[in-house]
């Protein structure tokens, strides 16, 4: 009962942060924010507001009256609205960082143009269509002296932090394979989702699959040797509604990761439900980190995952609502849980505003307490290409964008 209210507790703060008040002696780092996405609020609108030295100060949208509506429902002060809109919010001096929730494709050409015009980057996951326009971004960024993140998330929050210290403690030994899954039903993401569009940089690798790569990569702190084999299902001639690939790691850890935009439904009339895995073998024991119970703050509704026995839930999405690590020794398991650190957060603290708290240290000069490096965000987006070199799509197009 008492987890129950705490889980209620959680998730209503987290989406109704209390506002914090700006710092007498601290400039607060103004964002605007590229496109009026479904992510926007989630990822930065509403941690914002509980963050003393940020503020979100205006909002671009390709459309005048789409902009003008998100900007008055999300109490946007300054809002560019139009075709040249992206460009105007970039030339604003007042704008310190620029958050990119544009579909991936787009990626690459607005982070060049942001960090031309002079402003940190924070963006959003996978960085780019290549791992070739990655490291173009981040060359650029570290030449500017420009912070630019990949907004792995998930990262950020206490439980990955905690499983990884975890392995890293050599409590379970070696690991031996580790298996990472983010799969949801059929019917969360609409046709014209910008995940089933190959222009766009769609495809379930590139969506969920990058968060798979990158979580098997951040536990395992390894990156596969070879990729042994990838299986896929496809939406569209070119994007993969599911992929599976398997992977070998140093020492010979195996990897598998699974991703699905659109899981059908069982026997053609059973619901599947969400799917959101990390189990971590190791050769002394395991651990899984499941989640009875997820109720979802995210752009969609994750149901209770029961599916799996046992449950191996990994939510890399929200685990401020609910998760416990369970870590098997041998015959022992213990349960842990880790919604702050000792020294930073609160439990309703989203994985997003950890985040941003992050972003904002390094802006501001100061040590965050979680980072993703360039040669990570780099490494990333070259294991995803290369899961499409093997299945056959090949990577997804390169931007047509030329940098002056
Ligand atoms: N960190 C996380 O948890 C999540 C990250 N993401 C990532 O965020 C990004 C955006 O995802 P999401 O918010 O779901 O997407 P949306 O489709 O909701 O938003 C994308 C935005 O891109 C703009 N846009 C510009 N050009 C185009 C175009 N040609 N076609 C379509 N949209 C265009 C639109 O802005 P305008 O308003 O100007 O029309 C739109 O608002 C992706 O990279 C995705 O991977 C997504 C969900 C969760
Ligand atoms: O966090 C996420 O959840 C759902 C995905 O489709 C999205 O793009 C991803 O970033």
Redesign the pocket.
Known sequence: MSSFLGLVSRVRSSLNPPEAQPLPDSKPLKFGVL??????P??LITPVKSHPEAVVYAV????KD??AA?AKKHGIGKVFGGAD?YQKLLDDPEIDAIYN????G??YEWTMKALAAGKHVLL???AANTAEETRKMFELAESKGLVLLE?F?YRFHPVANRVKAIVESGELGAVKSTSTTLAVPRGIMKAG??RFNYS?GGGALM?MGCYTINSMRYFTGADPTSVLSVEHELQSPQVDRKTTAKFALPGSITSTILCDLATPPTLKIIPSLPNLNAVIECEKGEIKVPIPTAIATH?YLFLPSYANAPPKVMNY?APTQYHSITVKVGNKSRVEKAYTFPDLGQPWWTSYRYQLEAFVNKVKGRTPHAWVTKEDSIKNMEVIESVYAKSGLGSRPKSGYVPN
């Open positions: 496109g009026a996405a479904s992510i926007a989630q990822a671009a949208a390709r459309d789409r902009a998100f809109s929730p544009l579909p991936n787009l990626h959003e996951k996978p907004a998330h989702d910008i766009l969506d752009t999405l």
